[in-house]
């Protein structure tokens, strides 16, 4: 069995990197916090914006990755960027990703991991 | 100036325990996944359910708290269970709680802290 460790230490770092430098940017509009939440035991890496908009409470998830079996799942990504493309560009193979917010049937369409 | 850090350790204890006992029951519908996320350096703590509702992807925090300068913060409670009341009930005090969701002026008109 292939030992997924120093798989998933690199890759958690390319992740927490990446979502460090979303975390600078600030929404445009509202009163936010924009927080980055990494659970570094069970491999779930989120950037959340916590804050208030005229009077109303948001707390909103943009962007979600875990780690499973040595692959990344998006599990949410509420950006205009393409952040699979961003992974495969930090050195993240195709067959290493999991776009998790996309039923199987259409992973199997695109070029990147099923599962 | 006060060390926080005892009682931070404590309450990151107890709402780790809450938590989890949380993300032992799934939503009765749907076919979800129930996360536990504890980021124990930044201190947030979430619940997060994944998965799929009919074909409609689900991506769902029903519950975050976090740690702030020894004071809880509710930041999201969508459940039907008064989370501060039960954190009360677990030993944290009221005066270390903060209804985050609420505007401070709304804040200070509960028994819970302003911030």
Excluded at 18 to 38: H, Q, W
Excluded at 51 to 72: D, F, N, S, Y
Aim: glycine share 4%; with cysteine; charged share 20%.
């Amino acid at each position: 069995m292939e030992n997924l460790k120093p798989k998933t230490e690199n890759y958690q770092q390319v992740i927490q990197q990446l979502l460090l430098d979303y975390a600078t940017v600030k929404p445009a509009y509202g009163d936010f916090e924009v927080e980055t939440i990494f659970d570094t035991q069970r491999h779930h890496y989120q950037v959340l914006d916590l804050g208030w908009e005229q009077q109303r409470w948001v707390h909103h998830c943009p962007i979600h990755l875990a780690i499973r079996q040595g692959k990344v799942w998006i599990f949410r990504n509420t950006t205009e960027q393409d952040i699979a493309a961003e992974l495969v560009i930090l050195g993240i193979p195709k067959q290493d990703i999991v776009l998790g917010f996309y039923p199987p049937f259409m992973r199997e369409m695109s070029d990147y991991a099923v599962s």
